[in-house]
């Protein structure tokens, strides 16, 4: 029998899609002849259509971003503690979409999608998409539910950067922007974390140069080490201590190659679920729009510039102990947003876990971001 | 025509061999029945016989700390900078030892050695071995060379575990002991990169079960993949930053997965040349001995009475922007170190270089070293 569905859940969802068949020109210089967006919604858009609250995913996100799927599914989507009735992005007040990114591979289209007038797959055809490509693909959803002008867009990681570049290239369409353990651009060494990633997937033999679907085979060796090596960016030395230790599995060292210690189950596990659930060309392309986000770049590398023509409203979070993008680059971003004497919220959650900590349901931080979504303004 | 050789370099040496066929019980259970061990003098060792240091390697080292293997040679030794006449470690005082590690692969029985009575190489039947069983095979050298008691025994990172566990286990056979960018155990985090590493290795169709040169090949992909994660951990962000930036190979982004930033054409170059010069099985059982190091689990975790045997002074030192062993990590020994009375000088040395820094010649750590090595007393 399935199991009763917490009251503050938004319930049974069903992946929406939508097909638009108007080209979508790329910062590639490649044009897209037609794309789909796999799309969830939650709650409902009011008669004024000002409720509207856009959730931009991060690297390995998608869609369903809260409620089941199943009647008898245990696992909610991925930001079900904060989207829900009564929850910090409250349901029962705004209509909430999330979309999978184009490239991605969860009903949007990417990799994995056949090529229009063929038979084939894109796999590694697939376009490099940027943030940029993200925020027009969503833009255009935007206009197909009747959302001019978003009450808030909100995001964390990738996600967050996706929110700035939203207020940097429509302005006038977002009244809030909630950027969360985000950066203004890779670091040096989070883009050689990248790096290794994808080479850990394309030195699979079974790549294939990415066409290992028609190889019948997935580079799943690879992707299993570039989630392993992400796990570690993603949660700070304290909680893999606090929660890993040296604790050994058998209790005594074994002198062999076996899991020994704690830690290094958790890395196989984390690294063979994922290989089920993801593919290896969507990684591959969103590690690459990662490393290319960079708004400040055409203005001299001077950020305030390149936010010059924002004009949201923004609550920046960072969490103490993320050293993926830590404090410090959510501070870069609030430096360029008071620059140009935008209205900005900024908060540093005292957090030991790190870069993930986004995900979680932390006290203050949904406090944080409850008070803030309170005073975004809505019609009745 | 050979370069003429720096006047403060040891010039050319040459590699020695020692075969030892008294049997070595290891702390893993197995008995080797015989070894040899690869090292290098520079200097000479004084009548008294108490002038002798003994130099121990790291991760990726081997017995050529100093000096040229050949005449035309532009490659010197390891930590060259650091030894040699006049230099911090002054070769005309101080006759000097570096051999390398049981396991290892460049001259020292390991994998790649051939096993007694039969034709066949270890490879991943070569036993782990530990810190301890390193020093226990050191000791033997120790003895042959006539050194009852060593000056003073030095390392860094890895290196650094061995001269603790040389003073832990052979108190009346070190007089000093300097542990350069070490920690007293490894953190969760330091563990989990580790396992990455592994698993690069091990997942690598070319393995073999690590009977790999058998099959006539090598597990390339995965070694080039444990040196890119090692090189990330060795260099901090802003060093990273500082070298490589966010600089585009061709000026511009290319949509493509070659080399676009300078990092991954850097970390690209690290990895390659690794698998030059080095074994996997090899680095295999290395990263287990860091990840099994660990004086004070045998005490309850309480490394004060792990080191309550230590008799010699010690010089720690670390980096400020080391995150593989941190600062933090360096005064958890001085701490212990101190609780036992011992005589202990700490320097912390502000460098932005990360964990290589050990290797780097950084001015004023130089400068601690030979002011440390000054007082070290050795007889006319």
Request: glycine fraction near 8%.
């Amino acid at each position: 029998m399935p199991e009763p569905k917490p009251a503050d859940s938004v319930g049974l969802v069903v992946p929406q899609f939508r097909h638009f068949d108007e080209p979508l020109a790329l910062d590639c210089g490649v044009t897209l002849p037609a794309y789909d967006l796999c799309y969830e919604t939650y709650g409902a858009l009011n008669a004024a259509g000002d409720n509207a609250v856009l959730v931009c995913h991060a690297l390995s996100g998608d869609a369903h971003a809260a409620g089941y799927h199943e009647e008898d599914s245990r696992k909610p989507g991925w930001w079900d503690n904060c989207i829900g009735p009564g929850k910090p992005l409250d349901t029962n007040r705004f209509f909430v979409v999330c979309a999978n990114n184009l490239g991605g591979c969860n009903g949007s289209t990417g990799p994995l999608a056949v090529k229009p007038h063929s038979e084939k797959r894109y796999g590694p055809d697939f376009p490099i998409v940027t943030v940029r490509d993200w925020v027009r693909s969503q833009v255009r959803l935007a206009d197909v539910l009747g959302v001019k002008q978003w009450a808030a867009v909100m995001g964390g990681s990738l996600g967050g950067m996706q929110v700035l570049q939203w207020t940097i290239d429509f302005p006038d369409r977002v009244r809030h922007a909630v950027v969360i353990a985000a950066a203004p651009r890779l670091s040096t060494q989070n883009i050689a974390f990248n790096e290794v990633a994808r080479q850990a997937i394309r030195s699979d033999p079974e790549f294939h140069d990415g066409h290992y679907v028609e190889h019948g085979v997935m580079p799943e060796r690879g992707l299993r080490l570039a989630r392993m090596v992400g796990h570690i960016t993603y949660l700070s030395d304290d909680v893999l201590h606090a929660k890993f230790g040296r604790e050994l599995r058998d209790g005594k060292i074994n002198f062999n190659f076996g899991v020994e210690f704690q830690i290094e189950s958790y890395l196989r596990y984390q690294g063979e679920s994922f290989v089920n659930r993801f593919d290896a060309n969507t990684y591959l392309l969103m590690t690459k729009s990662l490393d290319y986000f960079d708004p400040a770049a055409e203005y001299g590398d001077d950020l305030t510039r390149a936010l010059a023509s924002c004009q949201a409203s923004y609550l920046v979070i960072s969490f103490s102990s993320d050293w993926r993008f830590s404090p410090k680059r959510s501070r870069e971003i609030v430096r360029a947003l008071l620059d140009n004497d935008l209205d900005v919220s900024y908060v540093d959650i005292e957090s030991e876990l790190g870069h993930d900590s986004f995900l979680l349901p932390i006290a203050q931080y949904h406090e944080v971001l409850r008070a803030y979504f309170d005073r975004v303004r809505t019609s009745p």
